[in-house]
């Protein structure tokens, strides 16, 4: 179990903005409240002034001058993979977006070869899976990134494209855009 102390809760989805304990036991919220007194996986429960130090079955954190949120979302991500691995990959990527506390990511298309069809898509998506946070990933408007042909859209989106993004580069032919 984790008891975080003292912790400065902020969670605008429920218009929280509070000071308050949080208990987690087996990863999971278990509940959050003020002069908590956590009960140990295994044991009896603990008076709220009883001493921690030393139980391996409570780790209490600090939370005095910390924020507590809800996980963050970055809507523009570059992971680079496939194709620029060098400077990042999924997994690398991911981890970097985890510490700094990004929970959902969303992935540009324009990687080597681009997102521009299912399997390059659902490479991307299944790489995420196992990251240990959400992965999404946007697909390309134009076949290559060339901005003269549409991708085939509806089947993008049916196999899991978060949305639609040449990042950047323009589409050249106006009637792409009509």
Not at 40 to 59: C, I, Q, S, W, Y
Request: glycine residues 12%; aromatic residues 4%.
């Amino acid at each position: 179990m984790i008891w975080i102390k003292n912790a400065h809760l902020v969670d605008p989805g429920n218009n929280v903005e509070r000071n308050a304990d949080i208990c987690i036991d087996g990863g999971m919220i278990v509940e959050i409240g003020e002069n908590l007194a956590p009960e140990p996986t295994h044991g009896t429960a603990l008076a709220a002034d009883a001493p921690l130090n030393g139980r391996p079955e409570v780790v209490v954190i600090d939370g005095s001058g910390l924020v507590t949120a809800p996980g963050l979302i970055d809507v523009h991500v570059h992971f680079r993979d496939p194709g620029f691995t060098y400077k990042e990959d999924i997994q690398t990527g991911a981890k970097a977006a985890a510490k700094g506390g990004f929970t959902t990511v969303v992935c540009m298309a324009n990687t080597k070869p681009p997102v521009d069809n299912a399997e390059t898509l659902q490479y991307i998506l299944k790489e995420g899976e196992k990251t240990g946070i959400r992965v999404l990933q946007t697909a390309s408007v134009s076949k290559g990134l060339l901005g003269r042909e549409l991708t085939d859209m509806e089947e993008l989106k049916a196999r899991g494209a978060a949305g639609f993004t040449d990042d950047g580069i323009p589409l050249l032919d106006v009637r792409l855009v009509k």
